[in-house]
T-cell receptor, first 114, second 115 residues
Framework: NAGVTQTPKFQVLKTGQSMTLQCAQDMNHNSMYWYRQDPGMGLRLIYYSASEGTTDKGEVPNGYNVSRLNKREFSLRLESAAPSQTSVYFC?????????????FGEGSRLTVL | AQSVTQLDSQVPVFEEAPVELRCNYSSSVSVYLFWYVQYPNQGLQLLLKYLSGSTLVKGINGFEAEFNKSQTSFHLRKPSVHISDTAEYFCAVCPLRAAGNKLTFGGGTRVLVKP
């Protein structure tokens, strides 16, 4: 009964280092999303993938890249980390179609950039 | 574009007292409305949603919300809170038939239930 699984849960980087956050869902959902959560700002959409093979920018895409590897997996890459990217990152998935469906979230990945 | 404003960043409340969390939104198109809850160190979970029909929506754990189209509001209420309701609550909107079905979230309201 895994749902949405994110790795790693915690990561500390130095400015300029790169890393990839991994996300996998086992619910056969079409749509997947990456959000970042910062105090007082709620969740802001970084990138999303409406279906396998497609990706699109969200509200705050600068400094990030994504890959929809297959229907299950959606990764987020920071090529050159900056302190402003210190945040909690959430992956989410949804069955797709109309925007009526529930988003299912992972437990989050806490990233600190020094 | 859409925006969501949650008017209270923190709401302290005593156990068994009622609570109301306020949410207002702005959108040029019709939207679906959602409330999510985040317990400490967890991801978000859906509390309830408004898609159409009755403006009073009931969700899990005794929560309910009322959609007011003229005031563009979707306030969340619970008549009697428990310690276990301590969490952060997020209001969100999704435009009908929007590409990618993207949700826009408010800034969150942190509820602290005191014994």
């Amino acid at each position: 009964n895994a749902g949405v699984t994110q790795t790693p849960k915690f990561q500390v980087l130095k400015t300029g280092q790169s890393m990839t956050l991994q996300c996998a869902q086992d619910m056969n959902h079409n749509s997947m999303y990456w959000y970042r959560q910062d105090p007082g700002m709620g969740l802001r959409l970084i990138y999303y993938s409406a279906s396998e093979g497609t990706t699109d920018k969200g509200e705050v895409p600068n400094g990030y890249n994504v890959s929809r590897l297959n229907k299950r997996e959606f990764s987020l890459r920071l090529e050159s980390a900056a302190p402003s990217q210190t945040s909690v990152y959430f992956c989410a998935s949804r069955a797709g179609g109309e925007g009526t469906g529930e988003l299912f979230f992972g437990e989050g990945s806490r990233l600190t950039v020094l | 574009a859409q925006s969501v404003t949650q008017l209270d960043s923190q709401v302290p409340v005593f156990e068994e007292a009622p609570v109301e969390l306020r949410c207002n939104y702005s959108s040029s198109v019709s939207v679906y409305l959602f409330w999510y809850v985040q317990y400490p160190n967890q991801g978000l979970q859906l509390l309830l949603k408004y898609l159409s029909g009755s403006t009073l929506v009931k969700g899990i754990n005794g929560f309910e919300a009322e959609f007011n189209k003229s005031q563009t509001s979707f306030h969340l209420r619970k008549p009697s809170v428990h310690i276990s309701d301590t969490a952060e609550y997020f209001c969100a909107v999704c435009p009908l038939r929007a590409a990618g079905n993207k949700l826009t979230f408010g800034g969150g309201t942190r509820v602290l239930v005191k014994p």
